[in-house]
């Protein structure tokens, strides 16, 4: 049985007439950047984010971008981000020569750990990019509670975490001061090639952002500040316009198989419940775990964009699900601060023990939606079969 990582084909398949719809409306309109069908979009995501405003950008990575430009960071500001994130979360501070100051994560959740934040503010600090990582919101509250009081700006990156909701219902990406999203297909929520979301509550920034993200001209062509090209193509608006409304069911299906994959793993004795961070002879596989989760209400506390175990010989149990024709990735092989661009940093292996395990440990395995529970069941049955050679 093939189990491939991600295959967005069903997905197309099951909405086809409307998709091919909304593109020829396109077409139709030869009016291809921003416009109409952009700025539909995004009141379309204002009422389902709940938030008062969102643009329409050209990647998850220019969002982040473009809310660093837009808070004016500078050379020689300090911006605090996870050690164990996607690269884009560091990357864009450094583009703009400021520094990255990284933190631990949370041993369960993945997510950057409040208390490191703390330990690392000083009178450089100027922002702290929490990541929802994987999909489950970072511990925001606390995170806002240091910002106050360092009188910090909060920049969520929400790439994977599209309708995930914290732990009082509120949507990832409208708690902090601004919120950054991806379109990338392999997102919950993907376009038909780049693009991103950027939130925020604040007029003020609003206005910043909505300026920047057309090269700063205002008007067009006189320019007071200095911005880039961070806009949206219409076609990317339309295929969002016509996905949108599915997201939820998607985001149920990807919720469903995550608590299957926790039963079954379980069943299997290779793990005793989800959210353990020690291996042992109980607990082979270590499971991710929803933190917020509760039966009785149906919140997406977490909403999978990535299934994580993490598992001691994670390389080679990943040759053998290769070989099985079962599809994995390791989310991410290497925390920022052993990479080799951020040397100049002058960290060292150990730095940051729990980001370093993760790297090491984890390994997504196939959650998308559209698998069948006989895919779920053989994935779990050739990991237990890995464990028992
Ligand atoms: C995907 C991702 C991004 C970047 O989004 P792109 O649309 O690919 O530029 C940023 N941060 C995180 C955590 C991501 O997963």
Same mark, same amino acid.
């Given at each position: 049985m093939k189990v491939p990582l991600l295959d967005l084909k069903p997905q197309y398949k099951s909405i086809k007439k409307e998709l091919d719809e909304a593109i020829l409306r396109v077409s139709e309109s030869?009016?291809?950047?921003?416009g109409n069908e952009v700025s539909k979009m995004e009141e379309e995501f204002e009422n389902y984010l709940n938030c008062k405003h969102a643009y329409g950008v050209s990647s998850g990575t220019d969002a982040l971008l473009l809310a660093l430009m837009a808070i004016d960071i500078k050379p020689e500001d300090e911006v605090i981000v996870p050690?164990?994130?996607?690269f884009a979360t560091a990357g864009v501070v450094a583009r703009l020569f400021a520094k990255p100051i990284f933190v631990d994560n949370d041993p369960i959740t993945f997510n950057i750990d409040p208390q490191d934040v703390k330990k690392k503010i000083t009178s450089k600090t100027k922002a702290i990019i929490p990541v929802h990582l994987f999909g489950q919101s970072a511990e925001m509250n606390e995170i806002m509670k240091l910002a106050e009081e360092y009188n910090l700006i909060v920049i969520e990156d929400a790439a994977q975490a599209i309708g995930t909701q914290y732990k009082d219902g509120r949507f990832v990406?409208?708690?902090?001061?601004i919120g950054c999203f991806s379109f990338?297909?392999? =997102?919950?929520l993907g376009c038909f090639g780049d693009g991103g979301l950027i939130t925020t509550n604040d007029d003020k920034l609003a206005e910043i952002i909505r300026i920047k993200?057309?090269?700063?001209?205002?008007? =067009?062509?006189?320019? =007071?500040v200095i911005g880039g090209n961070f806009r949206l193509d219409a076609l990317q608006a339309a295929v969002l316009r016509v996905k949108l409304p599915y997201l939820q069911s998607w985001t149920d299906k990807r919720k469903y198989n995550a608590n299957l994959y926790n039963k079954l793993f379980i069943e299997a004795g290779l793990?005793?419940?989800?959210?353990?961070?020690k291996f042992d002879a109980n607990n082979k596989v270590l499971l991710p775990k929803?933190?917020?989760?509760?039966?009785?209400d149906l919140k997406?506390?977490?909403?999978?964009n990535q299934y994580i175990i993490r598992v001691e010989k994670r390389d080679e149990l990943r040759e053998f699900l290769t070989k099985n024709e079962i599809g994995t990735e390791i989310?991410?092989?290497?925390p920022f601060h052993l990479q080799e661009c951020f040397a100049y940093l002058n960290h060292k292996k150990g730095d940051f023990p729990i980001s370093e395990f993760s790297a090491d440990t984890s390994l997504a395995i196939p959650i998308y939606p559209e698998l069948t529970e006989e895919q779920i069941s053989y994935v779990v049955q050739k990991i237990k079969e890995f464990f028992n050679q």
């Open positions: 030869q009016q291809f950047i921003l050690t164990y994130s996607f990406g409208t708690i902090g001061h990338f297909p392999s =997102k919950n993200r057309v090269h700063g001209g205002e008007p =067009k062509y006189y320019h =007071k793990a005793e419940e989800p959210g353990r961070i929803a933190i917020y989760e509760n039966i009785q997406n506390y977490h909403i999978y989310y991410y092989p290497v």
